[in-house]
Nanobody, 120 residues
Framework: QVQLVESGGGLVQAGGSLRLSCAASGSIFTVNAMDWYRQAPGKQRELVAG???????NYVDSVKGRFTISRDNAKNTVYLQMNSLKPEDTAVYYC??????????????WGQGTQVTVSS
C-alpha cells in the first residue's frame, strides 16, 4: 500500500508565505513525477506545479515567480514554497505522485488535500 500525506496548509494574509509538504510512504520502488494541483470552489482542479524525478520543473503561468516546487528523493517528499500569496490562490491543494511500487506496478496516487486560504 502507498500513501501520500500532506501538511502545511492554513490561513495567511495576502503577501504572506506558506510551505506545503507531501510525503509518500509504503511499498515504493521509485517515485517518478510529483505534482501539486489545486481546486478552488466552483472551479476545476488545475495543475499548479510539477517536478520530475530528475528535477525538471514546470509551473502554471499564474504562479511563476512566486511558487517553487522541490523534492527530496531520499525522503520521497515534495514541497511547494508559496510566496507573495494572493486571495486568488485560495484553494484546496492536492499532491499527486506517479509511483512504481515494489511489485513493479506503476500507479497514480493523490494526497488528501490541504486547505490554503489567503485573506485580503
Amino acid at each position: 500500500q502507498v500513501q501520500l500525506v500532506e501538511s502545511g496548509g492554513g490561513l495567511v494574509q495576502a503577501g504572506g508565505s506558506l510551505r506545503l509538504s507531501c510525503a509518500a510512504s509504503g511499498s515504493i520502488f521509485t517515485v517518478n513525477a510529483m505534482d501539486w494541483y489545486r481546486q478552488a470552489p466552483g472551479k476545476q482542479r488545475e495543475l499548479v506545479a510539477g517536478i520530475t524525478s530528475t528535477g525538471s520543473t514546470n509551473y502554471v503561468d499564474s504562479v511563476k515567480g512566486r511558487f517553487t516546487i522541490s523534492r527530496d528523493n531520499a525522503k520521497n517528499t515534495v514541497y511547494l514554497q508559496m510566496n507573495s500569496l494572493k486571495p486568488e490562490d485560495t484553494a484546496v491543494y492536492y499532491c499527486y505522485a506517479d509511483i512504481t511500487k515494489t511489485n513493479k506496478l506503476r500507479r497514480s496516487y493523490w494526497g488528501q488535500g490541504t486547505q490554503v486560504t489567503v485573506s485580503s
